[in-house]
Every structure is written in C-alpha cells, then in structure tokens.
C-alpha cells in the first residue's frame, strides 16, 4: 500500500490536551502491552514493515519486543519484488521479514498476490490471452514458496473505484471481474491452509465501495469460491471525518461468514501536530480498535507500520503527517496509544513512586454513581489512574432494554478539565461536562474513559445519566 486518498464522512471533534497532563501521561505504561491485551480477547495486533527498518536495531527492539504478535511486509512480498522479471522469481527480501517474525515469536500476513500497484513493466506489455495464465503462475509460485510461513494472504488488493465498479486494470481487461475468483482458487490450490483475503481501502464505512465489496463476496460465496476474509485498510485523516457506522460494517460481512481484520490502519493528519489533533486522532484509534473488538469474526488489526519515523504518508500526501502511534524517535504518543490500550480493555500504570505520583485516594474510593430513575440509564464513575496535576476517569453506562442512546452529565468540584475522551463526545463549559453515545455504543452496557487536569483536590462528581 503505497497511495491513498481517503473519503469521511462524519465530523469528529478534537479535544484540546493539557501540556501538564500530555507529558505526564506518557511516564505512564500499559499493564500489558498491546499484543497481550488482544489476544486476551482472541485477536491479534500487529505491525507492518519493511526490509531497510530491519537494519536499525532501535526499530527492531520495539518491533520484536512483545508490542506486536503479527507483522505483514509492506513491500517485499509484491509483484515487483517477487517476480520482476517474468518467470525470474525472487524471495530473499520476503525470507528476510519472515525469519525476523519467527524468531520474534510473531506471525505473517502475507501481502499481496494480484494489485494493480508495483506492476512490473512486463505484467502490462502481456497480450490478453497471456494474463491469466501468468497471473497464476506468479500465485503459484509465490504462495508455494511461503507456504506454511503465513497465516493469511491478501490474494486480490484493491478490485474497485471509488463509485463502486472494477478498477481497470491488466487483469481485470484481460478476464473480466471473473479475475478475482481466479486468484482465489489458484492461491487455494498452492497453499490451502491460508485464509484468503480480498483487501482494499475506504470500504470501511458504509458507502458505494463497501457496498460493492460486499456484493462481490457474497457472490463469491454463492458460486463456491474459497473466500475466508475482507481486509479493510483504514488509512484514515482527522480532517476527512471518521468512515460511517465502521462496526455495523464489519460485522454485516461478518454475516456472510467470512472474517474481517483491520490491516493497514494509520491516521494521518495536517501538520504540524498539536493537542487537539493528537485528541482526535486517539479517538478515531480507539474506534476503530474497539469497532474490531465489537466483531467476533475481527481476527485483529495491523497498524501500517509502529513509527513515523517510517510511515509512507510524508512521501504521498504533502504536508501531512504524524499518523502512527509511535513518534519519528521511536517513543510513544500517549493519547493515541493509550486509546488503544484502553480500546482493547487495558488500563494505563501511572507512574512510579519515585516520579512523585500523587497520593490521592486509590480508584476504589473514587467511585460515584447516579441514582437510577424507574427506566433510565445508570452512570458509575470512578479514577483509574492519577498523577501530579492530571488523572484518568473512566464511566460505565447502563442502557435498559429498549433504549437507544444515552446522556451522562456531571460537574466537577475542583476546576477539573477533560483533556481527551475515547468512545462518546464531549462538550465541556466551564465544571459542567456532557457526555453522549458514540454511534455504536447507544445500547446496552457501554464505558468510556477519558484524560483530565487536576489541581489539589480531585473530588468525584456523580454523575447523571439520561
């Protein structure tokens, strides 16, 4: 996946983050790293990369070093790199990537057989009747090579337009939209124990393009074609809005009994960054993490690569940016990755005692909840975590049967500020908080959490629920 152009539609608000608690919030750890956290609810999380990273011990330290339980190359699997020239194949950069897994205790996912992108020059000069019969050679070939050594791979990359119709493309010209069945049977036939995807990007959300998709794999499924999953790419930007009703999407291909994972997902923004995009782009992670979450048939998500330090974004889209969980020095954003922590049920360790953590008292002394109205929703709220001038609060919602959408409402005390908040929308003047459902959690027991600034006293409001 080397370009994107990335349609939104709904506006998410960004939440302006106190330097105080955006500092402070990254001495903290996750009690468990994000790998751990994912599997603990049967999925993975992974990272992708790329053979120049391999070479830079500080990258590969985080990459192998427990964050992340799967990896996909980014580039070193394409056609291009594979078979540059026709029936001269080469593997040494795929071997390279994949022993770093194995040694690291991670997985591969295969990426990619069939895409328009990183052609070879010779795939386009072919004479129609020529393309099939290459195209599944080039499958064989390469699946056979990497059997047993991938869990997945994306056979078809990219298939449609925008508007929904097939993009054109040498495989598409020569054999129609019958090419992608093709690819599927040829890829089962080399390595029938790999799940076999169709991947493509802005078919997150419900839209043409999704719908297109999901039309073909039902067909798909129809005619007896071996289909296991749909990749959805999520290569996201703040100002572009986050994709519409992303879990309801996954979860209707999900019905037609195939998996779906997440497996290019970045979120770029305009630079230069500031707190309140960094807000925003927390919150677009954690819904997309907690979307995947929400499925059964989520196998996991694949972030496209840990690092800016080697995101493609800078390259294609000019003056923008910033969009991994991981900064250009290999550390940690905090908002960004302390969403996904808590997005996968994690909780985030304040710091250590020597980095003069507060004494306020511990979360279970922090706890307030609303009394209940016959027939309305109930609010607890409690602390999780706190430290010197800032705090992590998390609330939980119960929604009675029958009702859709909530309201929780509170008032701080002591001039507290909410800085950031994952999985509803905030609104803030003055002590008063509001808090709403997100698009997805409008029903039954949802919690959301949030970051804010305190200042000597930290009292718990209670909160009301409507």
Not at 202 to 226: E, F, I, R, W
Not at 243 to 270: C, H, K, W
Not at 341 to 362: K, N, R
Request: with cysteine; proline share 5%.
């Amino acid at each position: 996946m080397n370009r994107r152009w990335l349609i939104g539609a709904i506006t998410v608000a960004g939440l302006v983050a106190t330097t105080m608690a955006f500092n402070l919030v990254q001495a903290g750890a996750a009690t468990q790293t994000l790998h751990q956290l994912a599997a603990a609810k049967g999925k993975y999380f992974g990272s992708a990369t790329d053979n120049g990273e391999l070479s830079d011990t500080a990258y590969t330290a985080v990459l192998g070093g427990g964050e992340f339980g799967q990896t996909t190359p980014g580039n070193s699997m394409k056609w291009d790199a594979t078979e540059p020239t026709r029936g001269t194949f080469s593997f040494t950069r795929g071997d390279a990537i994949v022993t770093f897994a194995q040694s690291h205790n991670m997985t591969v996912r295969g990426h990619t057989l069939v895409w328009h992108s990183q052609l070879p020059s010779w795939v386009g000069s072919l004479p129609a009747a020529e393309v099939q019969p290459a195209m599944v050679n080039h499958i064989t070939q390469v699946a056979t090579h990497f059997k047993g050594k991938v869990f997945a791979w994306d056979v078809v990359n990219e298939p449609f337009n925008e508007d929904g119709t097939f993009r054109a493309t040498p495989f598409y010209n020569a054999m129609g939209s019958s090419y992608v069945a093709t690819a599927l049977r040829a890829a089962r036939a080399a390595d029938p124990d790999a799940k076999l995807y169709v991947n493509d990007y802005n078919t997150d959300g419900l839209g043409a393009k999704s719908d297109a998709m999901y039309n073909l794999v039902k067909q798909l499924k129809a005619d007896g074609v071996p289909i296991d999953g749909v990749g959805f790419q999520a290569h996201l930007a703040i100002q572009y809005g986050f994709p519409s009703q992303m879990q309801q999407n996954l979860q209707r291909f999900a019905d037609l009994g195939v998996d779906v994972a997440i497996t290019e997902l970045d979120v770029r923004m305009v630079l230069p960054r500031d707190a309140t995009k960094d807000a925003t782009q927390a919150t677009y992670y954690s819904n997309v993490v907690k979307a995947c979450v929400a499925v059964t048939r989520c196998v996991g998500v694949t972030i496209w690569d840990y690092t800016d330090k080697y995101s493609w974004v800078p390259s294609v889209f000019s003056g923008q940016g910033a969009a991994l969980p991981w900064d250009e020095n290999l550390q940690k954003k905090p908002t960004a990755y302390n969403a996904i922590v808590a997005a996968l049920g994690g909780t985030i360790e304040s710091p250590s005692p020597s980095a003069s953590v507060s004494t306020s008292p511990s979360p279970s002394a922090s706890i307030s909840t609303s009394p209940p109205p016959a027939g309305a929703c109930t609010a607890t709220y409690r602390v999780v975590n706190s430290w010197p001038g800032g705090f992590q609060g998390e609330v939980v919602v119960t929604n009675p049967a029958g009702r859709t959408g909530w309201t929780v409402t509170w008032t701080f005390a002591n001039g507290q500020q909410v800085s950031q908040l994952w999985n509803g929308t905030v609104s803030q003047s003055g002590a008063n908080v509001t808090v709403r459902n997100a698009a997805w959690n409008g029903t039954g027991t949802a919690t959301f959490g949030f970051l804010a600034s305190w200042n000597g006293t930290n009292t718990a409001p209670v909160p009301a629920c409507a």
